[in-house]
C-alpha cells in the first residue's frame, strides 16, 4: 500500500500530553502513523543532484518538505548536500517548535562511503500522502536547486483498529527505507515513536524475515523512551504506581468508541477540532494509534487505579513535574469510571532482549509521561551496552520536548544522536 507521512507538528500548551508529548501525534495515517522525517547525515559536498538539495545557510524549511530525489536509478535514496559551506539543514514545525537538524558527518568518503541515513520516529501531525513525482518549485531564494517541496494531499484513514497494529507499523518502516533505496540505515525515536524503534529491532522471537530485517538498522537513539522491557516490567512485576499513573490515559483511548465517551470528553480535552479533526468519529482513529500498540502486544494493558490512589500520587508529588499529568488523570478516572484492576499482563507478549546495535538512550529529567531517568542503569546494563555496541546514556534538565526550542540544552542532543550515527559515542 501506498506510503503515508505526517509532516506538520501539532501543539498546544493546554493539552495534556495524552500520547507523549505536548504535540501528542494525534493523526495517524493507514499503517504508516508516526512521521518519518528524512534525513541525510555526513557525505560530500557534490553528492547532492536533483532536488533533493538543503536550502542555503541560515534558512529553515517547515516541516511540511519533504527531502526527496525523483529518481532512484543509483539507488543512494535522499543525497547530502550540494554546495560546499552548507553545514546543516533543518526541519521545523512552526506549530510546535519541535526541530531537527540533520549535520554533515564531514568524513568525506565519496558517494556512498559518506552518506547516513537517518529516519526520525516521532508523532507529528498532519497525516499527508507525499507525492515525489509532482514536487512543487524550488523555495524562494534556494541555490542550485535548492529543496522542491513535494506536493501533499489528506488522505483518508483506514475504518479497521485492525490496521493500526504495530506490526503493520514495523514492516511500513523497512517499506519505507527500501522505496528510498537504504540498505541500511539508523533509526531515531522520540517517545512513542521510542516504543516502535525498540520494537522495530526485536528479532529473537521472530521469523527469519524480520530478522533480516531487523539487521539494516545501524544505530538507534531513543529520546526519553527506555527499553520496552524495563517499562513493562516496572510497570507489572515491581508495579511502581507512579509510572502507572503517568499513563492511565492509554486505558481510556483503548476503550470501544473512545472518542465519544462522556460527551465526547477525549475530543474535547485534547482540542481535536483545532487539530483538524471535524469529529469524534474522525479523531477515533487517531486514538486507534495505542489500540495498535497494545493490540499487538508491544505493550500490555496497564493497570487502572483508583481516583483515591491517584490524588494519594499527587500529594506525595506535589510541586513536581509530575503534579499536572496527574491531576490529568484524576480527572480522567473520574469522568470514565471503572473500579480498580491489575490490567492485563498477559496480553503483552513481545520481550524485546539484548539490542544487537549501538544505542544512545536520552532521557528528559522532567518528562512528565515516563521514568526514563529511573529506569536508565536497568535499561542501559541489562538489555543495551556491552562492549561491542558502545551504548551510552545521556540526561537533559528538559521536559519531553527536547527537541524543541524549550529545552535548553537541545544542541546536547542533537550532537548525541550525530555522535550516536557517526559511532563516535565514546570520543
Known sequence: S?????????????????????DFGAMFARRLVISLLVCVHGGRADDCVGSACPLPDGQEEDGAALLQRESSEQGRGLL?????????????????????????AGNGKGRKDGIQKVLLLHPLGQERHVD???????????RRGGVRRARLQLEERP??????????????????????????????GHHLGGILGWFSMQSSHQGTEQAQLSRQILSFTSLSQPHNDALNDVIYQKKNDLQVALIQGWRAAVLPDSARLHDNYLYEKHNASRLGFASPEAFQKALWWLNGMINTGVMATPPLLSVERLQQLKAEHAGTHYEGQLDYAIELRQTFGGAANEGAKELQKFDIGKIPVRVALICAMHDALSLCTELSQKTMSRLVRDAETESVYIEVPCDQMMLSDDCSERSKVVDAIVANVENRNHE
Not at 501506498?2 to 505536548?22: D, K, N, Y
Not at 515525489?132 to 534556494?142: F, R
Open 159 to 188: 475504518d479497521e483498529v485492525e490496521e493500526y497494529s504495530f506490526t503493520h507499523l514495523r514492516s511500513d518502516i523497512y517499506s519505507w527505507a527500501k522505496r528510498l533505496g537504504w540498505e541500511k540505515f539508523h533509526i531515531v
Open 2 to 22: 501506498s506510503l503515508r507521512r505526517q509532516t506538520e507538528s501539532v501543539a498546544s500548551s493546554h493539552q495534556p500530553p495524552f500520547f507523549g508529548s505536548r
Open 80 to 104: 547530502a548536500p550540494r554546495r560546499r559551506g552548507i553545514d546543516s539543514f533543518r526541519i521545523k514545525s512552526k506549530r510546535s517548535g519541535m526541530k531537527f537538524d540533520c549535520l554533515r
Open 132 to 142: 515525489g513525482s509532482d514536487a512543487g518549485a524550488a523555495e524562494p531564494g534556494a
